[in-house]
């Protein structure tokens, strides 16, 4: 069974144009071209010109000669020298307004392929995003768009010209004497027979040589985005040696690749060498013969063809070979439309829901990779307008829980509910328009702390802007900074500096639910707890879902769900759980004794009024129950800023 697959798969591989070469230019044409075929007929036109100029060249040339050498007459032949001066000047126009035109109709439709291509992009899943690396994107969209155009466009264009002259000039000789032109092409059947045998392994070589290009590319992205991680590892070597090899990998492919296509060109020239061999000897004889009707100037005439025949046969056959590499490209770039979004709006999707509802999640099964399923069964209720926390150990899956309420991915079984109105019924925009979400990983544009915050929300006034960073104390910043971009994925931000912005892209939004994922885990303890003092008014009558590490920041949660590996252990309140003297309150002890022991870290600089036991409670507590005192504290703004 499997043999016969791969045995299939090779016969097909082997032939020059597999059916899938067929669809792929099918597809092209009546996606991209097809429209421009008033255009495309024009050019077409235009190129027959040129290839009638050649033929109406050899025969003034072939008079013009037998005016030498029969009657002589000097102004027959004056006649015929201007005749053929104004033929290569409009063949000279010609040769201009050919390629304007095809590199417009190419540029025109490699630009809607773009188009096509990133908006496409947009559709696609996050895990299509998390699965691909950016390599692999940026060169279909970048490299491989751009080759397509020169191939839709000039190649094409001169490959017709070049095939419509060496049509016309061959019928010419053909007509001229049947006999020679046999004798000129019984060679052919050997040009194509190589051109066969290069064109697989051009294919083959094309094929590595993307794939060397894309991981090259790849390579690139995850080298600049790690500099941090290189440099302080000191793996400067390694990443240089890494890059080095997949160059040296495309070097030693490119060279490949183009000796593969340089074989056509000599065969040819011996061909071609052949072929001139028999037209003189046999074209010599049939003028020596009084059996052929054939002179001196039809002989000279005919050697003229042949080259002019030539080198457009010679263009046709590269192009030929050329065409298996560009072959792969379509394909390559094609193959991202073959990968479709399942994360999209039924039909009759519901546009309006009631946001402040419960959140119900029953019966969810959910993996990322099958092999390993992560929720089996998960049920959880996270009542509207309350303030509902998740804790458990990291990889437990508590922001997989938050993913799936946007529905960033699709639960594969069971069924997520927000007021009893199931997800998957309502429009996708509808459901993410109700959450604002401070994520783990924040995602900071290079552009200014401004800007990144207006994100979210781009139709918001400057005032409530203004509200947003002084209520997640980055206002400050906003002014010290001014327009400044922040560099590639915000590098020029700590990390305290980078979450504060993401919580004031949560306030600008003000949406009915609030995900917060360790929102406030970056910052020292006195600008968290004056942030979430504000992220506490913030979330009231807001439906909030808060996921944090440190678990005096959530007691006072309405209730608290307590993750395993995928499952929910332990739910209630804080009293609650630690009544239950479970895995919440061995927990809770844990962090609590940590921090009485006078671990530095989250505690340097608190206030003392800690001081009495459970300060990891008190703080939290105080941030929740007193919001509205923590931001006035102002001289305290200074040093947050520089955290
Ligand atoms: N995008 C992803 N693709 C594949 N596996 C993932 C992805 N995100 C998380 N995981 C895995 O799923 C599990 C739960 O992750 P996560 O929800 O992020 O945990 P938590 O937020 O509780 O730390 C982990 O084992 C993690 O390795
Ligand atoms: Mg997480």
Redesign the pocket.
């Known amino acids: 069974m499997k043999l016969t697959f791969l045995r299939k798969r090779k016969s097909d591989r082997h032939r020059m144009y597999s059916a899938q070469d067929k669809d792929n230019l099918v597809w092209l044409w009546q996606r991209y071209l097809k429209q421009k075929t008033l255009w495309l007929l024009v050019i077409l036109g235009l190129i027959l010109l040129q290839g009638g100029v050649y033929q109406q060249f050899l025969k003034l040339t072939e008079n013009g000669l037998r005016v030498i050498f029969d009657n002589g007459s000097l102004s027959d032949l004056l006649r015929v020298c201007l005749t053929v001066f104004f033929l290569f000047a409009v063949r000279g126009l010609v040769s201009y307004v050919v390629p304007r035109l095809s590199i417009w109709v190419a540029s025109d439709a490699v630009q809607k392929l773009r188009t096509d291509l990133v908006s496409h992009l947009m559709t696609l899943d996050l895990?299509y995003f998390?699965r691909t690396n950016a390599g692999e994107i940026i060169l279909r969209l970048v490299n491989q768009a751009q080759d397509l155009s020169q191939f839709v466009g000039l190649q094409t264009a001169n490959a017709v010209r070049d095939a419509t002259t060496v049509v016309i000039v061959s019928g010419y000789l053909l007509y001229r004497s049947p006999l020679l032109f046999t004798a000129a092409v019984v060679v052919v059947p050997i040009i194509l027979l190589m051109m066969q045998l290069v064109s697989k392994s051009i294919k083959d070589i094309m094929t590595s040589a993307e794939n060397a290009l894309g991981a090259y590319m790849n390579g690139i992205e995850e080298m600049s985005n790690g500099m941090r991680t290189v440099k302080i590892s000191g793996q400067e070597q390694y990443e240089r040696d890494r890059l080095v090899r997949a160059t040296s990998i495309i070097k030693d492919l490119s060279i490949r690749l183009q000796s593969a296509q340089a074989l056509i060109l000599p065969s040819m020239d011996l061909v071609a060498a052949f072929a001139y061999m028999l037209v003189i000897g046999g074209g010599g004889y049939m003028v020596l013969s009084p059996d052929y009707d054939m002179d001196g100037a039809g002989i000279i005439t005919f050697l003229l063809g042949l080259a002019l025949v030539f080198e457009p046969a010679r263009s046709v056959a590269n192009f030929l070979t050329r065409l298996q590499a560009n072959l792969v490209i379509l394909n390559s770039v094609r193959s991202l439309f073959h990968e479709k979004p399942t994360i999209v709006d039924k039909p009759d999707a519901l546009a309006e829901f009631d946001t402040g509802g419960d959140i119900e999640i029953k019966h969810v099964t959910f993996s990322?990779?099958p092999a390993?399923p992560?929720f089996d069964d998960l049920n959880m209720v996270l009542p509207g307008k309350k303030i509902t926390a998740i804790v458990?150990?990291?990889?437990?899956?508590?922001?997989?829980?938050l993913?799936l309420l946007a529905r960033l991915y699709n639960v594969e079984d069971g069924e997520i509910s927000i007021g009893g109105t199931p997800i998957n019924d309502l429009k996708i925009k509808s459901l993410r328009q109700s959450f604002s979400a401070v994520a783990?990983d924040i995602v900071i544009f290079n552009n200014s702390i401004w800007e990144n915050i207006k994100y979210v929300r781009p139709e918001a006034t400057d005032e409530e802007i203004w509200a947003a960073a002084e209520a997640a104390e980055i206002a400050e910043l906003i002014r010290a900074r001014g327009d400044m971009p922040l560099g590639p994925k915000g590098s020029q931000l700590s990390g305290g500096q980078k979450q504060r912005i993401a919580i004031a892209r949560a306030f600008l939004r003000s949406a009915p639910i609030l995900l917060l994922?360790e929102a406030t885990s970056a910052l020292d303890q006195r600008t968290e707890d004056r942030v979430k003092g504000a992220l506490a008014r913030l979330s009231r009558d807001k439906t909030t879902i808060i996921?944090a590490h440190r678990l005096s920041a959530i007691t006072h949660a309405d209730l608290i769900y307590v993750?395993d590996v995928?499952k929910v252990v332990e739910q209630g309140t804080h009293e609650e759980l630690m009544a239950l003297g479970g895995l919440y309150a061995g927990m809770y002890g844990a962090q609590k004794e940590s921090y009485n022991l006078g671990d530095p870290g989250p505690l340097a600089g608190a206030p003392t009024a800690q001081a009495g036991g459970g300060a990891g409670e008190t703080s939290g507590d105080a941030a929740a129950e007193t919001p509205e005192d923590a931001p006035d504290d102002a001289p305290d703004q200074a040093a947050a800023v520089k955290s």
């Open positions: 895990a998390e990322y990779d390993s992560l458990g150990a990291t990889g437990s899956g508590k922001t997989t829980i993913s783990q994922d996921v993750l995928g």
